[in-house]
């Protein structure tokens, strides 16, 4: 037989429970170039200009890269426990409404 527990937000052996609006402030934090390149971006595309889009490609995946690390870190230095992403996410809407629901996704999906 194998038992799961459904609390995922349980305190872990350091007591330390996840503060959902202090690392969503941080996730908006490290994602803040990602966000303002996103904006760039999406004006290329509302203007036509397809080669400045195009051109923004690489530099995008760098700073979404530097978004992923940077995000790693502050949930790992703010809790060890499993995040509830859904919680996550309530706050990251919340408190970061700059943030683009697809960047929020990804950012939910790929820290570990």
Not at 38 to 57: E, H, I, P, R, T
Not at 70 to 94: F, M, P, Y
Request: with cysteine; hydrophobic share 30%; aromatic share 6%.
């Amino acid at each position: 037989m194998f038992f799961t527990s459904c609390q995922s937000d349980a305190t872990t052996a350091t007591g330390k429970q996840p503060n959902y609006d202090e690392l969503a402030k941080s996730y908006c934090d490290c994602a803040s170039k990602s966000i303002d390149l996103n904006d760039k971006m999406k004006a290329f595309l509302d203007s036509g200009d397809n080669k400045s889009f195009d051109g923004m490609v690489n530099e995008v995946q760098v700073a979404f890269d530097g978004s992923i690390r940077c995000a790693s870190k502050a949930k790992n230095e703010q809790t060890d426990s499993v995040v509830n992403k859904k919680r996550l996410g309530i706050a990251l809407k919340n408190g970061c409404p700059q943030m683009p629901p697809r960047l929020t996704l990804e950012l939910l999906d790929k820290v570990k």
